[in-house]
């Protein structure tokens, strides 16, 4: 990418934790997990000319029938900044939605959903219907937000 994110992620301090937060997003969501050594989630640097660009290019290497390798890649660009944009309009009537019913501390079932790295990971599909339920005013993750603040 070219915006100041990336520029700012040529400080390897910061790349770290990034590289860890996006990491643990996607692996989180396998059935089987993935060994670290085959699993790459980072930017490669920062371009300039890209400007508020961001290219990303995802490979998934597998085995098909007969145990034959099987390979996938795929090139996405977005542009950065606005990318967000309607996860964060979604959270932000989430915390209007709390605020209405009097509901404080961390809210599991939207970070879970809109975020990277929320306070308990749920699988994608766990996550949707989650914040569906915290919607429609249903409890669904008392026992975790429990555990969460022990």
């Not at 099987?70 to 209007?96: F, T």
Request: proline residues 5%; glycine residues 8%.
């Amino acid at each position: 990418g070219g915006n100041m994110d990336f520029k700012n992620m040529l400080e390897r301090e910061r790349l770290e934790s990034k590289k860890i937060s996006k990491t643990q997003s996607v692996t989180s969501q396998l059935d089987n997990g993935i060994e670290e050594e085959n699993v790459h989630i980072g930017p490669s640097d920062h371009i300039p000319w890209l400007t508020d660009r961001k290219w990303a290019y995802i490979r998934l290497e597998g085995r098909s029938f007969g145990d034959v390798p099987l390979n996938a890649e795929l090139k996405l660009e977005v542009w950065d900044s606005p990318n967000s944009a309607g996860v964060v309009i979604d959270a932000v009537r989430c915390i209007k939605i709390a605020l209405d019913q009097g509901v404080g501390g961390p809210l599991l079932a939207p970070s879970s959903y809109f975020m990277k790295s929320p306070p308990v990971q749920y699988r994608d599909v766990a996550a949707k219907d989650n914040v569906e339920a915290f919607i429609r005013n249903e409890d669904v993750t008392g026992d975790d937000l429990a555990e969460y603040l022990n």
